[in-house]
Protein backbone atom coordinates (compact mmCIF):
# COMPACT_ATOMS: atom_id res chain seq x y z
CA UNK A 1 0.00 0.00 0.00
CA UNK A 2 1.34 3.20 -0.77
CA UNK A 3 1.15 6.11 2.08
CA UNK A 4 -0.49 8.91 2.49
CA UNK A 5 2.32 11.27 1.19
CA UNK A 6 1.98 10.00 -2.15
CA UNK A 7 1.21 13.27 -4.56
CA UNK A 8 -0.58 10.76 -6.68
CA UNK A 9 -4.20 9.32 -5.13
CA UNK A 10 -6.38 9.58 -8.41
CA UNK A 11 -4.41 8.18 -11.46
CA UNK A 12 -6.65 8.26 -15.20
CA UNK A 13 -5.35 6.12 -17.53
CA UNK A 14 -5.60 6.81 -21.34
CA UNK A 15 -4.83 5.93 -24.97
CA UNK A 16 -5.94 7.29 -28.08
CA UNK A 17 -5.30 4.20 -29.55
CA UNK A 18 -7.63 1.23 -29.72
CA UNK A 19 -5.60 -2.28 -29.67
CA UNK A 20 -4.93 -5.01 -27.93
CA UNK A 21 -1.37 -4.67 -26.61
CA UNK A 22 -2.69 -1.31 -25.56
CA UNK A 23 -5.51 -2.93 -23.21
CA UNK A 24 -3.05 -5.55 -21.98
CA UNK A 25 -0.88 -2.45 -20.84
CA UNK A 26 -3.99 -0.74 -19.16
CA UNK A 27 -5.20 -3.61 -17.24
CA UNK A 28 -2.03 -4.14 -15.86
CA UNK A 29 -1.80 -0.47 -14.66
CA UNK A 30 -4.88 -1.25 -13.42
CA UNK A 31 -3.46 -4.09 -11.14
CA UNK A 32 -1.05 -1.92 -10.20
CA UNK A 33 -2.85 0.90 -8.86
CA UNK A 34 -5.24 -1.48 -7.53
CA UNK A 35 -2.90 -3.12 -5.28
CA UNK A 36 -1.48 0.18 -3.69
CA UNK A 37 -5.38 1.79 -3.16
CA UNK A 38 -5.23 4.21 -5.70
CA UNK A 39 -8.15 5.57 -7.34
CA UNK A 40 -8.67 4.83 -11.12
CA UNK A 41 -10.74 7.20 -13.13
CA UNK A 42 -10.92 6.12 -16.64
CA UNK A 43 -11.71 9.04 -19.11
CA UNK A 44 -14.69 8.88 -21.73
CA UNK A 45 -12.52 9.65 -24.60
CA UNK A 46 -10.60 5.88 -23.39
CA UNK A 47 -13.96 4.20 -23.54
CA UNK A 48 -12.88 1.55 -25.91
CA UNK A 49 -10.89 -0.04 -22.78
CA UNK A 50 -13.58 -2.15 -20.79
CA UNK A 51 -11.84 -1.29 -16.94
CA UNK A 52 -12.11 -3.93 -14.44
CA UNK A 53 -11.37 -2.01 -11.54
CA UNK A 54 -12.12 1.97 -12.18
CA UNK A 55 -14.77 4.02 -13.51
CA UNK A 56 -15.59 5.84 -16.84
CA UNK A 57 -15.61 9.69 -16.11
CA UNK A 58 -16.20 12.48 -18.43
CA UNK A 59 -12.99 13.67 -19.62
CA UNK A 60 -14.25 16.78 -17.50
CA UNK A 61 -14.63 15.00 -14.26
CA UNK A 62 -10.76 13.80 -15.41
CA UNK A 63 -9.55 17.03 -15.86
CA UNK A 64 -10.87 18.51 -12.32
CA UNK A 65 -9.96 15.22 -10.06
CA UNK A 66 -7.34 13.47 -11.19
CA UNK A 67 -4.00 13.88 -9.60
CA UNK A 68 -1.99 12.23 -12.99
CA UNK A 69 -2.99 10.55 -16.03
CA UNK A 70 -0.83 7.61 -17.16
CA UNK A 71 -0.99 7.79 -21.34
CA UNK A 72 -0.16 4.47 -23.16
CA UNK A 73 0.83 4.64 -26.98
CA UNK A 74 3.86 6.80 -28.63
CA UNK A 75 4.52 10.44 -28.92
CA UNK A 76 1.22 10.98 -30.34
CA UNK A 77 -0.60 9.60 -27.59
CA UNK A 78 1.02 11.59 -25.52
CA UNK A 79 -0.01 14.26 -27.83
CA UNK A 80 -3.09 13.40 -27.15
CA UNK A 81 -3.59 13.78 -23.65
CA UNK A 82 -1.50 16.91 -23.02
CA UNK A 83 -4.32 18.41 -25.63
CA UNK A 84 -7.02 17.23 -23.03
CA UNK A 85 -5.47 16.84 -19.89
CA UNK A 86 -1.86 18.06 -19.32
CA UNK A 87 -2.97 21.91 -20.99
CA UNK A 88 -5.48 21.84 -17.89
CA UNK A 89 -2.52 21.50 -16.01
CA UNK A 90 -3.20 17.09 -15.19
CA UNK A 91 0.91 16.37 -14.74
CA UNK A 92 0.91 13.26 -17.75
CA UNK A 93 3.31 9.97 -17.59
CA UNK A 94 4.00 8.16 -20.61
CA UNK A 95 4.38 4.57 -21.73
CA UNK A 96 6.05 4.11 -24.74
CA UNK A 97 4.25 1.80 -27.08
CA UNK A 98 5.38 3.41 -30.01
CA UNK A 99 8.84 3.44 -32.06
CA UNK A 100 10.92 6.88 -31.00
CA UNK A 101 9.01 7.72 -27.97
CA UNK A 102 10.85 11.11 -27.07
CA UNK A 103 7.54 11.69 -24.59
CA UNK A 104 6.71 8.61 -23.34
CA UNK A 105 9.91 7.05 -21.79
CA UNK A 106 8.06 3.81 -19.28
CA UNK A 107 8.77 0.74 -21.10
CA UNK A 108 6.47 -2.05 -20.77
CA UNK A 109 8.74 -4.13 -19.08
CA UNK A 110 9.33 -1.45 -16.72
CA UNK A 111 6.39 -0.82 -15.74
CA UNK A 112 5.28 -2.34 -12.11
CA UNK A 113 8.99 -1.01 -11.18
CA UNK A 114 8.50 2.73 -12.68
CA UNK A 115 4.58 3.10 -11.47
CA UNK A 116 5.41 2.10 -8.09
CA UNK A 117 8.68 4.43 -7.80
CA UNK A 118 6.78 7.54 -9.21
CA UNK A 119 3.80 6.82 -6.89
CA UNK A 120 6.32 6.71 -3.79
CA UNK A 121 7.46 10.22 -4.75
CA UNK A 122 10.12 9.12 -7.04
CA UNK A 123 10.29 10.69 -10.16
CA UNK A 124 11.49 13.93 -11.96
CA UNK A 125 8.95 16.50 -12.88
CA UNK A 126 9.82 18.90 -16.08
CA UNK A 127 7.56 21.29 -17.51
CA UNK A 128 7.01 22.05 -21.52
CA UNK A 129 5.45 25.22 -22.87
CA UNK A 130 2.38 25.02 -25.59
CA UNK A 131 2.25 27.39 -28.35
CA UNK A 132 -1.08 28.74 -29.31
CA UNK A 133 -2.62 30.35 -32.69
CA UNK A 134 -5.55 32.54 -33.98
CA UNK A 135 -5.86 33.85 -37.39
CA UNK A 136 -7.12 37.10 -38.17
CA UNK A 137 -9.23 38.41 -34.89
CA UNK A 138 -10.01 35.35 -34.00
CA UNK A 139 -11.18 35.12 -30.04
CA UNK A 140 -10.78 31.24 -30.34
CA UNK A 141 -6.93 30.19 -29.62
CA UNK A 142 -5.78 26.41 -30.92
CA UNK A 143 -2.94 24.98 -29.50
CA UNK A 144 -0.08 22.72 -29.83
CA UNK A 145 2.90 20.91 -28.15
CA UNK A 146 5.13 20.09 -30.92
CA UNK A 147 4.77 22.63 -34.25
CA UNK A 148 2.34 24.87 -35.46
CA UNK A 149 2.89 24.41 -39.72
CA UNK A 150 1.85 26.54 -41.82
CA UNK A 151 2.00 25.07 -45.66
CA UNK A 152 1.39 24.78 -49.12
CA UNK A 153 -1.92 22.14 -49.24
CA UNK A 154 -0.40 20.91 -53.05
CA UNK A 155 2.43 19.03 -53.91
CA UNK A 156 5.38 20.93 -55.70
CA UNK A 157 3.45 24.34 -54.82
CA UNK A 158 5.72 26.99 -53.07
CA UNK A 159 3.24 29.43 -50.88
CA UNK A 160 4.55 33.29 -50.24
CA UNK A 161 4.47 34.58 -46.28
CA UNK A 162 6.15 37.68 -44.40
CA UNK A 163 7.32 37.00 -41.10
CA UNK A 164 7.13 39.50 -38.77
CA UNK A 165 8.45 39.10 -34.84
CA UNK A 166 7.87 41.19 -31.70
CA UNK A 167 6.32 43.54 -34.80
CA UNK A 168 9.43 43.85 -36.42
CA UNK A 169 9.58 43.06 -39.95
CA UNK A 170 11.78 39.94 -40.59
CA UNK A 171 11.60 38.63 -44.36
CA UNK A 172 8.97 37.88 -47.28
CA UNK A 173 10.06 34.10 -48.80
CA UNK A 174 8.74 31.86 -50.91
CA UNK A 175 8.46 28.38 -49.73
CA UNK A 176 6.81 25.12 -49.14
CA UNK A 177 5.70 26.35 -45.84
CA UNK A 178 7.46 27.12 -42.26
CA UNK A 179 7.02 25.03 -39.44
CA UNK A 180 7.31 26.92 -36.11
CA UNK A 181 8.33 24.56 -33.30
CA UNK A 182 8.66 24.35 -29.43
CA UNK A 183 11.66 22.45 -28.02
CA UNK A 184 9.85 19.54 -27.62
CA UNK A 185 8.66 19.52 -31.05
CA UNK A 186 12.49 19.44 -32.38
CA UNK A 187 12.39 16.08 -31.91
CA UNK A 188 9.57 15.83 -34.10
CA UNK A 189 8.21 17.29 -37.79
CA UNK A 190 11.29 19.45 -37.44
CA UNK A 191 13.84 17.18 -37.13
CA UNK A 192 12.89 15.30 -39.96
CA UNK A 193 12.89 18.95 -42.12
CA UNK A 194 16.25 18.77 -41.09
CA UNK A 195 16.17 21.54 -37.75
CA UNK A 196 18.25 21.90 -35.01
CA UNK A 197 18.04 19.22 -31.60
CA UNK A 198 16.90 21.99 -29.11
CA UNK A 199 16.71 20.78 -25.19
CA UNK A 200 13.75 20.63 -23.78
CA UNK A 201 15.00 23.19 -21.02
CA UNK A 202 15.94 26.18 -23.44
CA UNK A 203 13.43 28.72 -23.87
CA UNK A 204 13.41 29.16 -27.20
CA UNK A 205 11.03 29.16 -30.09
CA UNK A 206 12.60 27.75 -33.69
CA UNK A 207 10.95 28.70 -36.97
CA UNK A 208 12.47 26.84 -39.87
CA UNK A 209 11.37 27.78 -43.57
CA UNK A 210 10.29 24.23 -45.69
CA UNK A 211 11.71 24.01 -49.04
CA UNK A 212 12.72 27.59 -49.22
CA UNK A 213 13.20 29.12 -52.35
CA UNK A 214 16.22 30.52 -51.33
CA UNK A 215 20.12 29.61 -51.34
CA UNK A 216 20.49 31.44 -47.55
CA UNK A 217 17.48 30.50 -45.75
CA UNK A 218 18.40 28.82 -42.27
CA UNK A 219 16.51 28.14 -39.11
CA UNK A 220 15.91 31.13 -37.15
CA UNK A 221 16.02 30.98 -32.92
CA UNK A 222 14.08 33.09 -30.98
CA UNK A 223 12.76 33.40 -27.36
CA UNK A 224 10.01 31.96 -26.00
CA UNK A 225 8.33 35.37 -25.27
CA UNK A 226 8.38 36.20 -28.95
CA UNK A 227 4.97 37.14 -30.50
CA UNK A 228 5.20 35.45 -34.31
CA UNK A 229 3.16 36.79 -37.51
CA UNK A 230 3.15 35.27 -40.57
CA UNK A 231 1.04 37.17 -43.75
CA UNK A 232 -0.10 35.28 -46.67
CA UNK A 233 1.03 37.15 -49.39
CA UNK A 234 -0.25 35.17 -52.16
CA UNK A 235 -2.96 33.89 -54.06
CA UNK A 236 -3.22 29.93 -53.46
CA UNK A 237 -3.91 26.76 -51.16
CA UNK A 238 -2.37 27.21 -47.65
CA UNK A 239 -3.34 25.88 -44.80
CA UNK A 240 -2.55 25.60 -41.09
CA UNK A 241 -1.57 22.66 -38.83
CA UNK A 242 -1.31 22.17 -35.39
CA UNK A 243 0.44 19.03 -34.26
CA UNK A 244 -1.27 17.09 -37.26
CA UNK A 245 -4.04 17.00 -35.79
CA UNK A 246 -6.26 20.58 -36.69
CA UNK A 247 -5.74 21.84 -40.25
CA UNK A 248 -7.51 25.11 -41.59
CA UNK A 249 -7.67 26.77 -44.43
CA UNK A 250 -5.80 29.98 -44.98
CA UNK A 251 -6.12 32.71 -47.85
CA UNK A 252 -4.51 35.40 -48.98
CA UNK A 253 -4.13 37.95 -46.69
CA UNK A 254 -4.71 36.12 -43.46
CA UNK A 255 -2.78 36.89 -40.42
CA UNK A 256 -1.26 34.19 -38.15
CA UNK A 257 -0.51 34.97 -34.67
CA UNK A 258 1.62 33.16 -33.12
CA UNK A 259 2.71 33.05 -29.20
CA UNK A 260 3.88 30.77 -26.03
CA UNK A 261 0.66 29.91 -23.91
CA UNK A 262 0.11 30.70 -20.50
CA UNK A 263 -0.44 26.93 -19.57
CA UNK A 264 2.16 24.12 -19.53
CA UNK A 265 2.77 20.42 -19.76
CA UNK A 266 3.85 18.81 -16.93
CA UNK A 267 5.61 15.84 -17.70
CA UNK A 268 6.50 13.08 -14.94
CA UNK A 269 9.40 11.01 -15.34
CA UNK A 270 11.70 8.09 -13.82
CA UNK A 271 14.66 9.01 -11.70
CA UNK A 272 17.01 7.49 -14.18
CA UNK A 273 15.41 9.17 -17.32
CA UNK A 274 18.22 11.19 -19.36
CA UNK A 275 17.47 13.67 -22.69
CA UNK A 276 20.91 13.48 -24.23
CA UNK A 277 20.26 8.72 -23.24
CA UNK A 278 17.59 9.28 -25.77
CA UNK A 279 19.07 10.89 -28.71
CA UNK A 280 21.45 8.27 -28.23
CA UNK A 281 18.61 5.49 -28.37
CA UNK A 282 16.55 6.85 -30.60
CA UNK A 283 18.37 8.67 -32.91
CA UNK A 284 22.14 6.55 -33.11
CA UNK A 285 24.13 8.99 -32.08
CA UNK A 286 27.08 7.72 -30.26
CA UNK A 287 29.25 4.96 -31.29
CA UNK A 288 29.32 3.75 -27.55
CA UNK A 289 29.11 4.88 -24.45
CA UNK A 290 32.83 5.31 -22.62
CA UNK A 291 33.48 2.98 -20.09
CA UNK A 292 33.09 4.90 -15.78
CA UNK A 293 36.66 4.97 -14.50
CA UNK A 294 37.25 3.03 -11.16
CA UNK A 295 39.17 5.29 -8.48
Not at 11 to 22: N, P, T, W
Not at 65 to 89: H, P
Not at 287 to 294: A, D, Q, V, Y
Request: include cysteine.
Amino acid sequence: MVTKKTKFKKVGIYSSLDARKVNHIAYQIEEILQNLNIDILIPASFSSYKTSFGKHYSDNYVNKNADLVIAIGGDGTLLSSARRFGYMGIPILGVNLGSLGFLTDVPPEELTHSIQSILKNKYEKEERFFLESKVNNEKTKNKALNEIVIHSRKVAQLIEYELFIDQDFVYRQKADGIIISTPTGSTAYSLSANGPIIHPSAKAICLLPMFPHSLNSRPLIVDENAQIQIRICKKGSSSLSLDSHLINSLHYGDLINISKAKSKLTLIHPLEQDFYSSCRNKLGWSLGIPKKKHT
